[in-house]
């Protein structure tokens, strides 16, 4: 089903860069068209509108730091009674966590993207291999 | 332009890179977003209907839970539409819509029986893993058909 420009859509802006504070890039929302809601958070902000609308600010917003803002849609819009916790008690709403976990590994993903950008060749990266039973067992056998 | 289902469903990282290589991503928050905003089914604080463990039937059989049927609703269709998947395994999370181990099972199953091109990486833990897991995505996502060069 192709993508409908009138379509009522949340997008999350989320920011992983040093230059660029939530407040700016609510500042440049508010800047760029009439016809959008904006909340800004934590970790950035959330942008609801039309689908043309918001793709359209969210580029500019990603423009300040385009390797350091990541951009996702969000199915609730915000303020929605079956997520937002003014309405649920407190707590985090539901899909936080993951997305916290997530913002905690942006500056890694920022600064990889910022290499690849300027063509530097990849790493080999050595991973810690688990260690095989019969290893850990002659270990055991040799302190017993 | 590549539709591409990522897993985990609801990740920002795999959105964002998906979308900034020219291609679509296949998320579960778009999903979502057609069951909040279409009139007549407003269940709170779910949003499944009783139609949607029926429809999970075409991928998991009877007896497995109604939790699972129910999610592989949303999910199977995004499975079958997809063209291409990448799948990061070791998730520091996953709460919320991803939060089903058995069904995550299925998805995981789902896309690598699709036969489709397919990434499987881990979620990186420090800068040298993150370099390598954005060069292996990027790269991915260049060599499928219409893929553009960061914008």
Not at chain 1, 60 to 67: G, Q
Not at chain 1, 94 to 111: H, R, S, V
Not at chain 1, 125 to 134: A, T
Request: negative net charge.
């Amino acid at each position: 089903m192709p993508d409908n420009e009138d379509d009522v859509i949340t997008k999350l802006v989320v920011l992983g860069s040093d230059s660029v504070l939530p407040i700016d890039a609510a500042l440049k929302i508010y800047e760029s068209k009439t016809g959008i809601v904006i909340k800004e958070t934590c970790f950035g902000t959330m942008v609801t509108g039309s689908r043309a609308d918001v793709n359209q600010v969210v580029k500019e917003v990603v423009a300040l730091d385009k390797n350091h803002i990541f951009v996702k849609e969000r199915g609730f819009p915000p303020g929605d009674d079956r997520r937002c916790r003014a309405s649920r008690g407190g707590g985090t709403r539901p899909g936080f966590y993951f997305m916290q976990e997530e913002a905690g590994m942006l500056p890694i993903i920022g600064k990889a993207l910022d290499n690849y950008e300027k063509g530097l060749p990849a790493k080999e990266v050595e991973r810690k291999k688990r260690m095989k039973v019969s290893q850990l067992k002659d270990i055991i056998e040799s302190t017993s | 332009m590549a539709k591409v289902i990522i897993y985990p469903t609801n990740s920002l990282i795999l959105s964002d890179l998906v979308e900034r290589f020219g291609h679509k991503p296949l998320a579960m928050m778009e999903k979502i977003k057609e069951k909040v905003a279409t009139v007549g089914v407003d269940s709170p604080p779910l949003n499944i209907t009783a139609e949607e463990p029926k429809n999970g039937l075409k991928y998991a059989a009877v007896e497995v839970p109604a939790g699972v049927r129910g999610r592989m609703a949303i999910v199977g269709p995004m499975v079958d539409d997809a063209e291409a998947g990448i799948i990061v395994s070791e998730s520091p999370m996953a709460f919320g819509c991803m939060g089903c181990a058995r069904t995550n099972e299925l998805t995981k199953f789902l896309i690598r029986d699709r036969g489709i091109p397919l990434l499987e990486l881990d979620f990186p833990k420090d800068d040298d893993e993150g370099q390598e897991f954005v060069y292996k995505i990027a790269d991915f996502l260049k060599s499928l058909p219409d893929g553009e060069a960061e914008a």
